[in-house]
């Protein structure tokens, strides 16, 4: 395959835009690639680098193209707010239509304020809640990522880990000291830490995490996890940036039936343009000014464009349930498929999905914590994706990162993932010498 454009972009890049990219993942650095491809455009379940090489894409932008990439409804709806202007600095009659559009999928959500990203979303979010409880410091799950606002940069998941860190420089020891972090997935942990520390202002939580691979979380360690917070003056924040209009129409605080304080939404609710929302509780939320006196703005929160877009797509997510039937039955088929294909290779290979979310860890064991998903090899992970991208399909370049399916993944697009798999599997059996005799 020929990457030369790529490569010349990267050479060109790396002068004038630190690491040559805008978000570190992108750089392709951990699994082993010397420079990234560069995306010219995307269609439907695809992209096509600036060599034209076509990949089914199984990044979707890290989650908002649930529709894939330029669903003509989307396009037009975009295309109609463009002619009116692109951002005016005051109201628009459409945010109020998004904020009564996702208040009717989340019923927790009683007011909300839009943002121009997650990371702004989850920040506010967190100051609210200390606004609310007079309290100071958060409680947050090692390998969970909410952004990358200070308070929430503390053992915070993919971005880091792809980098082998857990943690950022230039965070001062004050704001690291008021972030406690916790092992996902251990309650007796969460319940020591609320007996023992009593200036906890907000408990913050992705509740199917995605940013350390996607993990299943046990729908009883979030129900304990909200009794137990629910006897403190405490927030629950469920950031469902990720799993909002994704796992279904109501995140998956509505698969599950438990009900957070504040909910961080983003990614889908700007359709695939630059957006992010928090909301919950109106007597949280009033606190927010010009009702409160707790601070949050932006130039670009509720962009016309972006608000245009999550409208659309939202809306066509409402009317047409059979989008989440679809996606997540070929999800399902999909990662059956894989299974069946690791014990054929017998490969040390194990799946971890929820919806139509799934990461592939090298690894014999189920993963279930940070810890697990460090330990997987991350050598195998690079032949994967090498060889995935070989065959046209373009995976997330981190080992902890989710992959995700959209509606128009076609299963010519399906058996193609399958056949990237295989062939993955067939080297890595041979590299192990634990190629099957039957093969
Ligand atoms: C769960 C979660 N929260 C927050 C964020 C931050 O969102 P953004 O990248 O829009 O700032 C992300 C980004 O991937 C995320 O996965």
């Known amino acids: 395959m020929n990457t030369d454009n790529s490569k010349k972009i990267y050479e060109k890049a790396k002068k004038s835009i630190p690491g040559g990219v805008n978000s570190p993942v992108r750089a392709f650095q951990s699994v082993d690639k010397e420079y990234p491809i560069f995306i010219k455009r995307g269609s439907g379940s695809k992209l096509y680098d600036e060599d034209e090489n076509e990949y089914v894409d199984m990044i979707g932008s890290w989650g908002p193209m649930i529709l894939g990439h330029n669903y003509p409804k989307v396009l037009e709806a975009v295309k109609r707010e463009l002619e009116k202007g692109t951002s005016f600095g005051l109201p628009t009659k459409k945010e109020v239509e998004l904020a009564e559009l996702v208040k009717s999928c989340f019923p927790s959500i009683e007011k909300l304020r839009l943002t121009t990203s997650g990371t702004e979303a989850a920040m506010a979010s967190v100051r609210v809640a200390r606004a609310f409880t007079g309290k100071n410091k958060i409680i947050k799950f090692e390998g969970c990522y909410h952004g990358h606002s200070d308070s929430l940069l503390v053992k915070a998941g993919s971005g880091l880990l792809t980098f082998e860190h857990q943690d950022s420089n230039g965070i001062t020891e004050g704001v690291v000291k008021d972030t406690i972090t916790l092992p996902f997935g251990d309650f007796e942990k969460l319940k020591e830490t609320l007996e023992s520390e009593k200036d906890i202002a907000c408990v913050i939580i992705e509740p199917i995490p995605a940013n350390m691979g996607l993990i299943e979380t046990e729908m009883e360690y979030l129900e304990k996890v909200r009794e137990i917070i629910r006897k403190e003056n405490i927030v629950l924040i469920f950031d469902e940036v990720i799993s909002g209009f994704r796992v279904s129409l109501g995140g998956v605080q509505k698969i599950f039936g438990i009900i957070p304080d504040l909910t961080i939404l983003g990614k889908i609710i700007g359709g695939g343009y630059p957006v992010g929302g928090f909301g919950g509780k109106k007597e949280i939320m009033d606190l927010i000014s010009p009702v409160g ?14 608000v245009a877009a999550g409208i659309e797509t939202i809306s066509i997510l409402k009317e047409n349930p059979e989008i989440y039937e679809n996606i997540n039955k070929k999800t399902e088929n999909l990662v059956n498929k894989i299974n069946e294909l690791i014990k054929k290779y017998n490969v040390p290979a194990t799946v971890n999905y929820f919806g139509s979310l799934f990461t592939i860890f090298f690894a014999k064991e189920k993963v279930k914590t940070l810890e697990d998903a460090m330990n997987t090899d991350s050598e195998f992970y690079s032949i994967y994706f090498d060889t995935m991208l070989e065959n046209g399909i373009i995976v997330p370049p981190s080992k ?7 509606y128009v993944h076609s299963d010519e697009d399906m058996e193609k993932i399958l056949t990237g798999m295989e062939k993955t599997f067939e080297k890595i059996a041979k590299k192990s010498g634990t190629i099957p005799k039957h093969i």
């Open 293 to 306: 006196n707790v601070y949050h703005a932006g130039t670009l929160s509720g962009n016309p464009i972006s």
């Open 400 to 406: 902890y990162e989710a992959h995700f399916v959209s």
